[in-house]
């Protein structure tokens, strides 16, 4: 199995940043796309950004383009969600994710972790 541990989510003001990380372990492999999911309160779990295994190739959701970075560093099994300007409209709790391909559904990846909380205010 794989497991995913994020971190780095906080309160903070619009127009600060933060960096989440996402720390993977476990059998892991090579063709692997990982990425983050978000959830609001009362919301369905969205999209915001992929990543794959080389790096070469990202995605991103229209309302995070510009904002947020998606990098992986595969020596150290992570992934990381530079997230700046952010808005309040960004505040949920981020999942980090892990699949075969890329798609923006969530029921077709195979491992996630708990989430870490983003909260921004105005």
């Known amino acids: 199995q794989v497991q995913l541990v994020e971190s780095g989510g906080g309160l903070v003001q619009a127009g600060d940043s933060l960096r989440l990380s996402c720390a993977a372990s476990?059998?892991?492999?090579?063709?692997?796309?990982m990425g983050w999911f978000r959830q609001a309160p009362g919301k369905e779990r969205e999209f915001v950004a992929a990543?794959?295994?080389?790096?070469?190739?990202?995605y991103y959701t229209d309302s995070v383009k510009g904002r947020f970075t998606i990098s992986r560093d595969n020596a150290k099994s992570t992934v990381y969600l530079q997230m700046n300007s952010l808005k309040p409209e960004d505040t949920a709790v981020y999942y980090c994710?892990?699949?075969?391909?890329?798609?923006?559904?969530?029921?077709?990846?195979?491992?996630w972790g708990q989430g870490t909380q983003v909260t921004v205010s105005s």
């Open positions: 476990g059998r892991t492999f090579s063709t692997y796309v």
């Open positions: 994710i892990v699949g075969r391909r890329y798609t923006t559904d969530f029921p077709t990846y195979d491992f």
């Open positions: 990543i794959s295994l080389s790096g070469g190739s990202t």
